[in-house]
Structure formats: structure tokens, C-alpha cells
């Protein structure tokens, strides 16, 4: 498939909100947008799938999942890195602003579901993806920036900038 520039997609926010320095800081083979509404043609569910188990919900329900989100602004900010040689994507992260009544109605960005896809692994695109949403994060007001990861997954995040505080819990349905 050819490569689909910005302007022919439908994203879910403004890809001016990416920082302009971690865009140059990608190879030229690379290309880092926000999700647009036609990626689940692109490998979305595949790459996230390195991550746990995902279950494929057909793209009309994928296509009204991407809506939900969108109809929220300044809230999820989904990111994905394309090959723009196979317009596949190989790399997808998100924050998720939560806005809240203290600390002077400040708000805390989330990152979750940080996946690279394998054939990709160790080549910086993890460092790039955190970074542009650390960087989204900063840029929407959040006095700081939060997530959960394994014990494995520790030294990355450190090398990303990030110390570990507190524990998480859990409890599932
Ligand atoms: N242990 C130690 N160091 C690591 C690890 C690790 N598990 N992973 C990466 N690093 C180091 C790299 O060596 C590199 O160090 P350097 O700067 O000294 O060379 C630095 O961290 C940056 O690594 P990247 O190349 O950016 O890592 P990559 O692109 O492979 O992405 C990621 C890392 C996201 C963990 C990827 O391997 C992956 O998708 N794993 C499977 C899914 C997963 O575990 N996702 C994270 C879940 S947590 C969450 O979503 C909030």
C-alpha cells in the first residue's frame, strides 16, 4: 500500500500536537501521526497484540471505538509510528488526560498500551513514542506524567525519563 500522508486521513486530534522534535529525531523511512479513523486497515490490532491479548472486534466496532474517543477533545491522544514504505504501522502509545479538581484543577496525563511491533523492537521507537506523549502531556498543562509497567520493563522507562514511585493496584472484574 502507498504511503497516505496526514492531510488525506481523518485524525483523531491535530498532528501539529506532536513535538516537532521528536518528529526529526525518526529516520526518513518513519513517519509519527495521530491515529487516523481508517487504521485498523493498517496493522493497529496487530502491533497492540505484542503487548496482550487482543481480541478483534471487526472494523465497524474499531471505527465507532476511534469516534468515542474523538468525541471527548483534549483527552486521548493515541499515536502511531507508520512505515511509510508499507503504510503499516510498527509502533502505538497513548496518554490519556485526566482533569481534575485539585492542585488548582490541574490535570495528569496516562500513558498506556506502549507496543513496538517485533521486527522493530530496539531501535529507539519506544524512547519516541513515550517522548512525544511525555511531550503532549507537558504541553496540555499536566503537572506530571504516569504509568504502570512490569518490573522487566523498569530500565526502559528509566531511560525514558522516568523514576518509580508508589505501587500499583489492581482489581479485576
Ligand atoms: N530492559 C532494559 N532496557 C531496555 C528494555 C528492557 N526491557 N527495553 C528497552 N530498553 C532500553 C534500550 O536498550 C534502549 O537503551 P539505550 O538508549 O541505552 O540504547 C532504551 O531502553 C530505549 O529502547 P527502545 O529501542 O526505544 O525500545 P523499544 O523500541 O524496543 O520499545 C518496548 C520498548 C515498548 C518495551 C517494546 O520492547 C515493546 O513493545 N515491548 C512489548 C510490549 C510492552 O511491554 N509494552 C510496554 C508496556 S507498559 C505500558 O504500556 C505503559
Known amino acids: 500500500m502507498p504511503?497516505?500522508?496526514?492531510?488525506e486521513l481523518d485524525l483523531l486530534f491535530p498532528a501539529d500536537q506532536i513535538p516537532i522534535d521528536v518528529r526529526?529525531?525518526?529516520p526518513a523511512e518513519l513517519h509519527i501521526r495521530p491515529l487516523a479513523?481508517?487504521?485498523y486497515r493498517r496493522n493497529h490490532l496487530s502491533v497492540l497484540s505484542v503487548l496482550t491479548v487482543v481480541t478483534d472486534p471487526g472494523e465497524s466496532a474499531w471505527r465507532a471505538q476511534?469516534?468515542?474517543?474523538r468525541a471527548t477533545p483534549r483527552t486521548y491522544y493515541s499515536i502511531v509510528?507508520?512505515?511509510?514504505?508499507?503504510?503499516r504501522i510498527v509502533a502505538v502509545?497513548?496518554?490519556?488526560?485526566?482533569?481534575?479538581?485539585?492542585?488548582?484543577?490541574g490535570c495528569v496525563g496516562?500513558?498506556?498500551?506502549?507496543?513496538?511491533?517485533?521486527?522493530?523492537?530496539?531501535?529507539k521507537?519506544?524512547?519516541r513514542i513515550i517522548h512525544a506523549l511525555t511531550g503532549i502531556s507537558e504541553n496540555s498543562g499536566c503537572y506530571k506524567t504516569i504509568l504502570n509497567c512490569s518490573d522487566s520493563n523498569i530500565p526502559f522507562y528509566e531511560k525514558c525519563g522516568f523514576q518509580k514511585k508508589e505501587n500499583e493496584m489492581a482489581k479485576y472484574a
Do not use: C, N
Open 24 to 26: 526529526k529525531q525518526l
Open 3 to 7: 504511503f497516505t500522508p496526514d492531510v
Open 81 to 87: 509510528i507508520v512505515d511509510k514504505a508499507s503504510d
Open 125 to 127: 521507537l519506544g524512547l
Open 37 to 39: 479513523s481508517t487504521d
Open 110 to 123: 496516562h500513558i498506556e498500551d506502549i507496543a513496538v511491533d517485533k521486527s522493530q523492537q530496539g531501535k
Open 93 to 105: 502509545g497513548t496518554v490519556f488526560i485526566e482533569h481534575k479538581f485539585l492542585r488548582g484543577l
Open 66 to 69: 476511534f469516534e468515542t474517543l
